[in-house]
Structures are given as structure tokens and as C-alpha cells.
């Protein structure tokens, strides 16, 4: 199964069935797959459902001058499978809504199908239902769906001042990538990993299951917008502020050295990038120290600083305060438009 | 609450504490609404999930020439409501991706949005998380969330030779309403009813829980890609054909006198013209006669035909074989770009 699927050739039904046959059968959690009014779900018993969507739009979030379909679809689920992990939410599956143009060729939409899928088998998490329609330019979006134990979702809003905040992973290499793919830089050395990073993110998935199993974490939240943004969205929901020590913030393999040679600052990559994909969290003054914390979760964790009942985020560099200017990504913000790496964002 | 919605003053996150503040602190049975990565409902006990996508692109089904923005949030929701209400659900909650060009009007997403929760609340089903993101052109797309009591919901799937195949409401007014809008005719005589079907359908959310809770139906679907259309879907998933008589096929009140007057037969209309959302479904033979059925669900229901063993759908008119073209709306498909009501579709 996979390969071309021409929208023209196709039609809409044409599309559907094709999806419905590459998806499969509708497995148990799940009653009804694609092909109904609707998809039904068997909860599973003890369970709490978990629902997200996540928008791509063409030229805004990606362009296929940078990305190759299959990228994209791959990309597309995995953007929220990040927000199910960072609740600590099992995957059950998903709905699609594409919108795309008639014109769109064979090759795009079955290669971006074929990531996709590929995708929701790796994370079992298949495809159960949605839309197809023709639209002026690509838009894409899925909502997933996953279960945690009632009672049990990570939420952002549980952190308490003397929190520990930490992180996992390691920032600013997507937004690199996504600096060296808009500038048709893919070929430099030491391009490859920041490329992949931004073309393939790989949510830790396990790592916030491994979290709410442990009942660890008082509060998390995915990085998607940026450190800096999503720091900001944790703090607001839970009422509390925080210091952040910037020496600490964890940067990917390599990006200090290229960034050098690119003649900037690696630092604002990783606070205001964005789309790291990585989990936030906060955990209690008294639980394990980060190292064998790391070894039991099986992840690259590191703490960047502290939860304050003080309200706003205070930054530090080499022991002093320094100001850092929230730069992360938004929508329809004029300065946002663009993801300036080389921007002022410290000083 | 309510009133314009500046995306270029507001920005993304202004947007999504606006539509938080106008849709309230989330209810049971939801945990977590809008505000974290994802949200979170406690499944009520005994039920089974139901989930549904539907998108709406801007000048693909609609353009803001001839609908309202306040119509259109009311659309976006009441389409996704008729998917629930046809699977015998009842609505628990949405979510809302939304994609529109920075440079929309305060006054268009502002009552966009009050027409959305403007339905939320007349239906119960509230707004409990989404996405916003700047794209070329709207693209709308919501996923609503009911549930069933287990292993209850009516399918397409169930329908057996024999039954009666019975359809709610009355056909070919949302289509008329369209190529009304479409030729600037919303002001001549007689137009307005047609107008306010097209751009406020409301689905009979009851019938199809009452029918569910009755376990009268044997499969259902909703009406809205056409009677022809929205039939094959039915017949194709349960493996059977029908036998429909096209005199019986009911049709919205003055329709034929308008298309008369207007120079087109209104026949095509109800088979073809999709989103009547109504509700098409199928009856064993041996369940109470349709008269006294439609008082007792409340609802006008029509029996148009027969399930048949032999696969396909044979139209009778006048006693005799009737040719009726499969003209529903299918995305991609050249033929079926615009909806042409005057098209020939019988002979």
C-alpha cells in the first residue's frame, strides 16, 4: 500500500476510499472507523479522553519549496502527538482535514499519505475519520485523541513556587533548520541533524506517560511555540512565575558551533525557536535529583531553573539578570512573521 | 461577550483568550476546556464516543459575498451537529481549527465567532479547544464530540432488503438558497426561506437520538452531499441496493412554484443539491406505519422507498424506469465544481 493518489483522477470519494483502505480496519478501542457519519470510540474503562488539533497551514507553517510531502505528513501527526505526550495521554487515534488544490499532484498528496500512516503505525495511532476538501492552498489539521487514567492528564496549570523547571531534550536545532532550509542552506556542513529536526520532530512520546505514571510532575506543557512562549503559558495557568538560569538551557548537539560560523547567537534558537517538540516541566523540591531522574525515565532531562511565587519570568546570565525579549512564534503579530534567529533577543 | 475580534490587535494568543473568556470555564463532563495542550473529558459511563470532522473553505462552500459571518459560525457548527444527530449522538463538545489571512476584519471574526457560540449554546455543545493560525484564505474546520449509549449508535451500515427507506424534513431548499445567493436573487419574491435554509441549516438534532433510543432504524446517514449521493453512501456500507419512487421524494415547501418560475424543474434539486441535512434512514418492514411514526418522533418523515437485495438504486417515476445522473457534490471532481440545479439530471 502507498504511492500516488491523484485528486483529479480520484475525486473525493476516490480519496476516501483510497484513505480507507491504506488506514485499514478499525480496531478495538475503536467501533467505527472511517466510512461512517462518524467514528465511535469504546473508552477504555478507568479512562479519561484527550483531545487536541493542530492546524499546518502552506506558507505559513511549511512550503513544499523546504519540505517533501512525506516530511509533512509525518510532521502532521507528529506535532500532536507532542501535545497528547505532554499531558501524558496514550494515542488512540486521529481525524484528518485536509484541505488542498485540485491541481495538487499525485506524487504530494500520496506521498504526504504515506507519512502519515507511516507515522500513525509507529505510534499506533491510526487514522479513524475526517474531511477532504479543495481549498486555495494546502491547510492541514488533525485532531488526535489519546486517554490517560482518570484524574492522571499532566496539566499546565499545577506548578507551586520552589518547583524545580526542567526540560528534556535539547532546544533550538528545529529552528535552525528551518533558518537553513528558508536560505536553501540544507547542503552545508553540518546541516543534516537541524534539517531532520525540523523536517521529522520526534515528540518524546513515552517520556510524559513515564511522567504521569510516576505522578512526578506538577505541571507540563509541550514546546511548540518556543521556550520562552510555552514557559509563559505554563506560568500563567498555574498563577506563579519563574527564574530561568540561561547558562543551563540545553542546546542540540552542534548548534553552537554552526551558529558561530553563521555569525549568530545560538541562545535566542533555543529560547524563542520554536518547534523543539520537547516537554516542560515542573517537579516538586523533593522529588529525585535530575541525574538518576534521567536514567529512570530514559531521557536527557535538565532543570533550568525554579518556580516563583513572584509572577513573570526573571532570566539570568552568569549571575546576572539579563533581559530577554519574548520572541516566540505567533500568528497574525506583524514582528512574528518571520523566524528571525539573528534577532536582537538578549543583551 | 461578543463583538469584533481584531486579529492584528489581538495576535493569536489575544484571540485564544477571547474565545476562552466568550466560551466559559469548561463543564462537566469536561475536566479540561480551552488553556492547555489538549483537552480532557471524563467519558459519562455506559457511553460510547462519537467523532466527527467537517471543513468548510472559503469560496469552495462559501464566499463571504453572499453569507454573513455570523451565519457562518452558526454553519460550521450545525454541519458537524447533523453528522452527531445522525449517528443517534448527543453533542458533549468541539474544537475549532480556524485559519484566516491577517488581514481579516475585527467585525468578520468577531461574528464569526458569535454566530459559532451562538449555536454552542442553543445545542449544549460548547468550545473546548482548537487552533488558530493565519492562512490565505478561511479555512474552517470543526471536530464535535457526542456520545451513544454502547453499541447503540446508528451506522450506515445495517439497512436490509426489505426495509423501508424513509427520509426527514423536506428536499432542495439549501440548494435553491444557493444558486439563488449565487446570482445576487436573494431579494425576489418568495426567496428568503431558501436564503435562510442554505445559510442556517438546522439539523433535526432529536430525530436521531430518538430513533436511536427507539432502536427503530436499522442505518442512517445525514443528508449532505444529496439524496443520491448521501443514498449510495448508505446502500454501498450496508451491501445492498433500493428502489426509491421519485414522486414520493418530499420537496421544501414552494420549491416547485419558485423553480417554475424560474425556469427549471425542482426534481434535481432535492436529489442532488445537497445540504438539507436532514436525515435518511432505513426502517424494517414490519415498524409501525409513517404516519403515526412521525408523530411519534416528532419530525415529518417520508417513505420514498425499498431496500433491495440487488445493488444499485433504481428510480421509478410515473410507474416507469427513471435515468437519474449521480450529480451530488464531489470535491475535485471538474463536473461537480458548481452546483447546477438546471443541469439535466433525469430524462
Not at 488539533?53 to 517533501?68: I, N
Not at 516542560?280 to 532531562?301: D, H, M, N, V, Y
Request: hydrophobic share 40%; proline share 7%.
Amino acid at each position: 500500500v502507498g504511492g500516488p493518489l491523484d485528486p483529479r483522477e480520484l475525486g473525493e470519494l476516490g480519496i476516501i476510499a483510497a484513505l480507507r483502505r491504506r488506514a485499514g480496519r478499525a480496531r478495538a478501542p475503536w467501533r467505527v472507523g472511517i466510512g461512517d457519519d462518524a467514528a465511535v470510540l469504546r473508552v477504555p474503562a478507568g479512562s479519561e479522553l484527550v483531545l487536541t488539533s493542530d492546524v499546518l497551514a502552506e506558507d505559513v507553517h511549511f512550503r513544499f519549496r523546504t519540505t517533501d510531502p512525506t516530511s509533512l505528513g509525518h510532521k502532521t501527526l507528529a506535532v500532536n502527538l507532542s501535545d497528547l505526550g505532554a499531558m501524558g495521554a496514550r494515542p488512540l487515534g486521529f481525524l484528518l482535514c485536509l484541505g488542498i488544490p485540485a491541481s495538487t499532484s499525485g506524487e504530494r498528496l500520496g506521498g504526504f499519505i504515506d507519512g502519515l500512516l507511516a507515522e500513525a503505525r509507529s505510534s499506533r495511532c491510526p487514522l479513524v475519520g475526517g474531511d477532504t476538501v479543495e481549498a486555495p492552498a494546502w491547510v492541514v489539521s488533525v485532531t488526535a485523541c489519546g486517554e490517560v487514567p482518570r484524574g492522571q492528564a499532566l496539566l499546565r496549570r499545577g506548578a507551586r513556587p520552589g518547583d524545580r523547571l526542567v526540560v528534556s531534550g535539547a532546544l533550538g536545532g528545529a529552528a535552525l533548520g528551518l533558518w537553513l532550509l528558508e536560505r536553501d542552506l540544507r547542503e552545508i556542513s553540518g546541516a543534516a541533524p537541524f534539517i531532520r529536526r525540523q523536517l521529522r520532530p520526534r515528540p518524546p512520546h513515552r517520556l510524559g506517560r513515564r511522567l504521569r505514571e510516576r505522578g512526578l510532575a506538577t505541571a507540563a506543557i509541550d514546546l511548540s511555540d518556543g521556550l520562552s512562549r510555552d514557559l509563559g503559558h505554563l506560568l500563567r495557568e498555574s498563577g506563579v512565575g519563574a527564574e530561568v538560569d540561561l547558562e543551563r538551557v540545553p542546546l542540540a548537539a552542534g548548534l553552537r558551533a554552526l551558529c558561530r560560523s553563521l555569525g549568530f547567537e545560538p541562545l535566542p534558537l533555543a529560547l524563542h525557536g520554536g518547534e523543539d517538540y520537547e516537554i516542560l516541566f515542573t517537579l516538586p523540591k523533593r522529588a529525585p535529583p535530575i541525574e538518576p531522574l534521567s536514567r529512570l525515565l530514559g531521557a536527557r532531562l535538565t532543570e533550568i531553573g525554579t518556580v516563583t511565587a513572584a509572577r513573570g519570568v526573571r532570566y539570568r546570565l552568569r549571575g546576572a539578570q539579563a533581559r530577554v525579549t519574548d520572541a516566540g512564534f505567533e500568528h497574525f503579530a506583524p514582528r512574528s512573521r518571520v523566524k528571525r534567529p539573528d534577532s536582537p533577543a538578549e543583551k
